[in-house]
């Protein structure tokens, strides 16, 4: 995990838009809101 002021690492995930990659956004302001699984314990 990335310490504030630390690149995040390039990763990429499947949405219901299709495949995205962080490296897509580059040079963009982005901001990312994790969320657990319905099937998850927190």
């Known amino acids: 995990m ?3 002021g ?3 690492p390039d ?3 499947v949405t219901t838009q299709g ?3 962080l ?3 580059r040079g ?3 901001m ?3 969320r657990s699984s ?3 314990r927190l």
Request: glycine share 0%.
């Open 23 to 25: 490296s897509d956004f």
């Open 2 to 4: 990335p310490r504030l």
């Open 32 to 34: 990312l809101f994790p």
């Open 38 to 40: 319905s099937r998850s």
């Open 6 to 8: 630390e690149k995040a």
């Open 19 to 21: 495949k995205l990659k």
């Open 28 to 30: 963009s302001w982005l």
């Open 11 to 13: 990763f990429e995930a």
